[in-house]
């Protein structure tokens, strides 16, 4: 049971994956739900932590390696972290402030980086920083929005899966013993 469930989330995060290799908007992209759903969902850690990351990395063998990406993967790793939080919370106001907060977390990073690794133009200083910070606004809505489609894509498509196919369900835990 738990080997189909586990068949069907990766499948469901290759696709994902996949979704980066059509156009679309700058930045409305699955990075941040692809993290989420493999926190939330994967029982094993690593699986949680490797199979995102897997995808991610097939996906841009595809697209190509770009500038920064350490700042990228690095944020995906958190976001991860932010998914392991949300299997015990997986309720749609708990997957909507976790989606919310994997993209600002996603902006935070990867603007930093750019600004960091001194690429730019932008001033070595702390009005540098929020010059980069500023200038990256605009893509922030698009990562806010992609997160957010993706997130009721992966996360409203499994539960609807579920709904279908009990097998898909995930084991209950064993309840604690009370003393």
Excluded at 5 to 29: C, G, K, S, Y
Excluded at 88 to 105: C, D, E, Q, Y
Excluded at 115 to 131: E, K, P, V
Aim: aromatic share 12%; net charge positive.
């Amino acid at each position: 049971m738990r080997k189909l469930r586990n068949e069907v989330l990766i499948t469901m995060i290759l696709a994902a994956a996949l979704t980066r290799l059509i156009p679309h908007p700058p930045n409305f992209a699955p990075i941040g739900a692809l993290a989420l759903f493999g926190g939330a969902q994967f029982a094993d850690k690593r699986a949680a932590f490797l199979l995102p990351l897997l995808a991610m990395l097939c996906s841009d063998l595809v697209i190509g390696f770009y500038v920064h990406m350490e700042w990228v993967y690095g944020s995906f790793t958190l976001i991860t972290c932010i998914g392991l939080w949300l299997r015990s919370h997986r309720t749609t106001r708990g997957i909507a402030g976790a989606s919310l907060t994997a993209s600002t977390l996603f902006f935070l990073i990867t603007n930093f980086g750019v600004w960091a690794n001194g690429t730019t133009t932008y001033a070595r200083d702390l009005s540098g920083l929020m010059a980069c910070y500023v200038a990256a606004i605009p893509f922030f809505g698009n990562t806010f929005m992609g997160d957010g489609f993706y997130c009721l894509v992966l996360f409203g498509g499994l539960a609807l899966l579920e709904k279908r196919f009990m097998i898909l369900r995930e084991p209950a835990l064993p309840s604690a013993v009370m003393r």
